[in-house]
Nanobody, 123 residues
């Protein structure tokens, strides 16, 4: 199985910065794509940004402020958030599309979620 563990959330004033991390562990043969999502109270979960081998994409409202990066050797990826705004307040979730194994040692692709981390931006 694969586990994603998130860290780095917290309280910050508007204009400040936070860096979220997502560490993947388990029977991982590859990470094909990774992304960050967020969910504010009373709202649906939305895509913040994702990265594949060929491209990186961001939600329009975070372009120029948020950056996704990865450290392949550690199976870890990050969300650097700068110039934070109160409307960025949400629980942030990481997601990874990975190559892993199932019984019989068959290699398959599966998607996994982190547990979520709270980001609160004050005015």
């Amino acid at each position: 199985q694969v586990q994603l563990v998130e860290s780095g959330g917290g309280l910050v004033q508007a204009g400040g910065s936070l860096r979220l991390s997502c560490a993947a562990s388990g029977s991982i043969f590859s990470i094909n794509a990774m992304g960050w999502y967020r969910q504010a109270p009373g709202k649906q979960r939305e895509l913040v940004g994702n990265i594949t081998s060929s491209s990186t994409d961001y939600k329009d409202s975070v372009k120029g402020r948020f950056t996704i990066s990865r450290e392949n050797a550690k199976n870890t990826f990050y969300l650097q958030m700068n110039s934070l705004k109160p409307e960025d307040t949400a629980v942030y979730y990481c997601n990874a599309d990975v190559g892993t194994t199932v019984p019989g040692a068959m290699l398959v692709r599966r998607s996994y979620w982190g547990q979520g981390t709270q980001v609160t931006v004050s005015s």
